[in-house]
């Protein structure tokens, strides 16, 4: 059961397209890491399709191509809306010591990329992202980054996410843990 | 097996019925520094697992401190183990993680090794170098001074002189079998290895796994209380039915529930499988009157064991078999490593099901191990302080019990095993066989200081 999932990279954008469409993701993006950043995770939960698949795979170094890094089979994360809805309710509990006091998490988004449409007005969107955790009184930040490839869905009207991939850069993670989600 | 006498030296883990240890021994250059000299550098340390290097031609890069080494599949089916350094000018050869290679060539003047590790070609051989060809097996590459392989586990040690793997693991290997053959085809990993580096002594992590089960009901309470698996809270509490077998099997602690494969989330084929898979004596151990499933362990000095599960979906219980290893990088650092294995004839669903049940409790996001990294991590900063490592760690747990309440005389494996997982034996053996090794040679210097605390003399 070995194999490699290939990055989605964004090489073919259709420029006409993205304007209207990429601040609407831009914004979609925004307002899901303000949620995050500020512990709102309900409002997170909420902005969830409910068949959402949220994988980040783990990578390790490959000769050839960075693409083929990415293991089909072993994962950081790989959920559905049950466990995150788990991972949630687990940090409201009053036992979630890794997050009890809360740590500082950052989610920085840039680069957004609207790369395809679908018919039904889903959108295929790219991003970087960087995480900065700071905790206690510690002055050490830690950090993460990587690529995110997402597909937004429109139910009712309003954009949900719908599937995510991250793929980050580090191979050997240089956090403790991640206590909140990419 | 087990006996009264036995129970004794249970609880005299410690040399001379000692409870306590220094807790200097978590972050002092000094100790590390000889930590390094008698126990990683002599010692077997684990290195891969065969089925991350499946076909002739596969490799993976591991370590042992900082020698980085190859660990490879000759064409010949044989695997082998080199330090990864260029026998020219000592540059890291290889610099990925892993793959498939037909060749390894060092980029910085080109020499060339075949995966059995033999010189291939050297740019501008001859006549520069000699006019008749360099000396290939003077030049190849270093192999690793002992490998073993066993039940499918590679190990390496840095000492060409020692005791065999077989003979180190003892009654261990009979514990390790429960994993290794309840499939006829054995396990193999689902991909390589989460890796990531936590601020916490080596050891801190080691004896979570070797004898910790206390920490489960209130390190754990955030998932025991939003019902990530069956147990509640109430079945870790005294004498609940989270209560379980210690057994101390060697250089190794392994812990067992009280519980059949089936109400650990095996689903009835695999169950049926295991037990007409395994040898007796485990079978009879684990299928016998009062079922018995192994739930997690250590082997010292630095490889853990876990068995555990959790709902991927309402009330879908999944288990996995995670494994892993807490590499150290300095006397406060650890890099850890954690691989999650399956049964070879286990189907598609199930091992995505196993994966997801790992992710979702351990490893880098679980929900369990999160907290973990928070105590381990906030614990090496309580203990590291001056006058705090004067303050002894308390390996008391367990002294409360009566002799004929732990007794298991009819338990059928081998090793000392308790009727109970709410003991510190296990902490005790750890540090126990850790002091053993402190002490013993290349240099007669003893680790310990006599009256203090901590160490024997």
Same mark, same amino acid.
């Given at each position: 059961?070995?194999?490699?999932?290939?990055?989605?990279?964004?090489?073919?954008?259709?420029?006409?397209?993205?304007?209207?469409?990429? +601040?609407?993701? +831009?914004?979609?993006?925004?307002?899901?890491?303000?949620?995050?950043?500020?512990?709102?995770?309900?409002?997170?939960?909420?902005?969830?399709?409910?068949?959402?698949?949220?994988?980040?795979?783990?990578?390790?170094?490959?000769?050839?191509?960075?693409?083929?890094?990415?293991?089909?089979?072993?994962?950081?994360?790989?959920?559905?809306?049950?466990?995150?809805?788990?991972?949630?309710?687990?940090?409201?509990?009053?036992?979630?010591?890794?997050?009890?006091?809360?740590?500082?998490?950052?989610?920085?988004?840039?680069?957004?990329?609207?790369?395809?449409?679908?018919?039904?007005?889903?959108?295929?969107?790219?991003?970087?992202?960087?995480?900065?955790?700071?905790?206690?009184?510690?002055?050490?930040?830690?950090?993460?980054?990587?690529?995110?490839?997402?597909?937004?869905?429109?139910?009712?009207?309003?954009?949900?996410?719908?599937?995510?991939?991250?793929?980050?850069?580090?191979?050997?993670?240089?956090?403790?843990?991640?206590?909140?989600?990419? | 097996?087990?006996?009264?006498?036995?129970?004794?030296?249970?609880?005299?883990?410690?040399? @001379?019925?000692?409870?306590?240890?220094?807790?200097?021994?978590?972050?002092?250059?000094?100790?590390?520094?000889?930590?390094?000299?008698?126990?990683?550098?002599?010692?077997?340390?684990?290195?891969?697992?065969?089925?991350?290097?499946?076909?002739?031609?596969?490799?993976?890069?591991?370590?042992?401190?900082?020698?980085?080494?190859?660990?490879?599949?000759?064409?010949?089916?044989?695997?082998?183990?080199?330090?990864?350094?260029?026998?020219?000018?000592?540059?890291?050869?290889?610099?990925?993680?892993?793959?498939?290679?037909?060749?390894?060539?060092?980029?910085?003047?080109?020499?060339?090794?075949?995966?059995?590790?033999?010189?291939?070609?050297?740019?501008?051989?001859?006549?520069?170098?000699?006019?008749?060809?360099?000396?290939?097996?003077?030049?190849?590459?270093?192999?690793?001074?002992?490998?073993?392989?066993?039940?499918?586990?590679?190990?390496?040690?840095? &000492?060409?002189?020692?005791?065999?793997?077989?003979?180190?693991?003892?009654?261990?290997?009979?514990?390790?079998?429960?994993?290794?053959?309840?499939?006829?085809?054995?396990?193999?990993?689902?991909?390589?290895?989460?890796?990531?580096?936590?601020?916490?002594?080596?050891?801190?992590?080691?004896?979570?796994?070797?004898?910790?089960?206390?920490?489960?009901?209130?390190?754990?309470?955030?998932?025991?209380?939003?019902?990530?698996?069956?147990?509640?809270?109430?079945?870790?509490?005294?004498?609940?039915?989270?209560?379980?077998?210690?057994?101390?099997?060697?250089?190794?602690?392994?812990?067992? @529930?009280?519980?059949?494969?089936?109400?650990?989330?095996?689903?009835?084929?695999?169950?049926?499988?295991?037990?007409?898979?395994?040898? &007796?004596?485990?079978?009879?151990?684990?299928?016998?009157?009062?079922?018995?499933?192994?739930?997690?362990?250590?082997?010292?000095?630095?490889?853990?064991?876990?068995?555990?599960?959790?709902?991927?979906?309402?009330?879908?219980?999944?288990?996995?078999?995670?494994?892993?290893?807490?590499?150290?990088?300095?006397?406060?650092?650890?890099?850890?490593?954690?691989?999650?294995?399956?049964?070879?004839?286990?189907?598609?669903?199930?091992?995505?099901?196993?994966?997801?049940?790992?992710?979702?409790?351990?490893?880098?996001?679980?929900?369990?191990?999160?907290?973990?990294?928070?105590?381990?991590?906030?614990?090496?900063?309580?203990?590291?302080?001056?006058?705090?490592?004067?303050?002894?760690?308390?390996?008391?747990?367990?002294?409360?019990?009566?002799?004929?309440?732990?007794?298991?005389?009819?338990?059928?494996?081998?090793?000392?095993?308790?009727?109970?997982?709410?003991?510190?034996?296990?902490?005790?053996?750890?540090?126990?066989?850790?002091?053993?090794?402190?002490?013993?040679?290349?240099?007669?210097?003893?680790?310990?200081?006599?009256?203090? @605390?901590?160490?024997?003399?």
């Amino acid at each position: 059961m070995t194999g490699t999932a290939r990055a989605e990279l964004p090489a073919e954008v259709d420029l006409e397209v993205a304007p209207g469409l990429e +601040t609407e993701a +831009t914004r979609f993006l925004y307002r899901e890491a303000a949620a995050l950043d500020s512990g709102n995770f309900d409002a997170w939960l909420a902005m969830l399709a409910p068949d959402i698949q949220y994988q980040v795979p783990v990578r390790s170094t490959r000769y050839g191509r960075a693409d083929e890094e990415f293991s089909a089979t072993s994962f950081h994360f790989d959920e559905d809306l049950f466990s995150l809805t788990m991972r949630v309710k687990r940090l409201a509990t009053r036992f979630a010591w890794a997050e009890d006091p809360p740590s500082r998490n950052r989610h920085m988004v840039t680069n957004v990329l609207v790369t395809a449409v679908s018919a039904t007005g889903a959108l295929k969107v790219s991003s970087n992202l960087l995480l900065t955790r700071s905790r206690f009184d510690e002055s050490r930040t830690e950090s993460l980054s990587g690529a995110r490839s997402d597909v937004l869905e429109r139910i009712d009207g309003r954009l949900r996410l719908a599937r995510r991939t991250v793929f980050l850069d580090q191979t050997t993670l240089p956090v403790g843990s991640i206590t909140t989600f990419l | 097996m087990t006996a009264v006498e036995d129970i004794a030296d249970v609880r005299d883990g410690l040399p @001379a019925g000692r409870d306590t240890v220094r807790s200097e021994i978590y972050s002092d250059p000094g100790i590390w520094s000889r930590e390094r000299e008698r126990i990683f550098e002599p010692g077997w340390n684990f290195l891969a697992h065969e089925s991350e290097i499946p076909e002739p031609g596969d490799f993976v890069v591991r370590y042992i401190l900082e020698d980085s080494i190859i660990v490879s599949r000759g064409r010949d089916g044989t695997i082998r183990a080199f330090l990864n350094v260029c026998r020219h000018r000592s540059m890291l050869l290889c610099r990925a993680e892993g793959g498939s290679a037909r060749k390894f060539v060092c980029p910085y003047h080109g020499w060339s090794y075949d995966m059995d590790g033999r010189l291939s070609s050297l740019p501008l051989e001859r006549p520069y170098f000699s006019t008749s060809g360099v000396d290939r097996e003077e030049l190849s590459l270093r192999p690793l001074p002992r490998l073993g392989v066993t039940e499918g586990f590679v190990f390496g040690s840095l &000492a060409s002189e020692g005791e065999p793997l077989e003979e180190y693991l003892g009654d261990f290997a009979w514990y390790l079998a429960i994993h290794t053959r309840r499939d006829p085809q054995g396990l193999e990993v689902l991909g390589p290895p989460q890796r990531w580096i936590v601020r916490n002594n080596w050891k801190i992590g080691a004896e979570n796994f070797a004898g910790d089960s206390y920490h489960a009901q209130y390190t754990h309470r955030s998932v025991l209380e939003i019902g990530l698996h069956p147990n509640s809270p109430k079945d870790f509490q005294g004498r609940g039915k989270r209560d379980g077998i210690n057994v101390l099997a060697g250089p190794g602690v392994m812990r067992l @529930a009280r519980q059949s494969a089936a109400e650990r989330g095996y689903p009835p084929d695999m169950v049926d499988l295991f037990r007409s898979t395994l040898p &007796a004596p485990q079978r009879d151990l684990l299928f016998g009157d009062e079922p018995r499933w192994p739930t997690g362990g250590h082997l010292f000095p630095n490889l853990s064991f876990l068995n555990a599960g959790a709902f991927v979906a309402e009330r879908r219980l999944v288990p996995f078999l995670n494994v892993r290893l807490w590499r150290p990088l300095d006397a406060e650092t650890i890099e850890t490593w954690s691989w999650v294995l399956v049964e070879k004839s286990a189907s598609p669903s199930f091992r995505r099901d196993s994966m997801r049940s790992y992710v979702l409790t351990f490893g880098t996001t679980g929900t369990e191990e999160q907290d973990d990294v928070e105590n381990f991590t906030q614990m090496q900063r309580g203990l590291a302080g001056v006058r705090a490592k004067d303050v002894p760690q308390q390996l008391i747990m367990g002294r409360g019990l009566r002799e004929e309440e732990l007794a298991m005389p009819s338990f059928g494996g081998p090793g000392t095993a308790v009727a109970t997982t709410y003991t510190d034996a296990g902490l005790r053996r750890f540090h126990q066989l850790w002091e053993r090794a402190m002490a013993a040679p290349p240099s007669a210097a003893a680790v310990a200081r006599p009256d203090d @605390a901590g160490v024997p003399a």
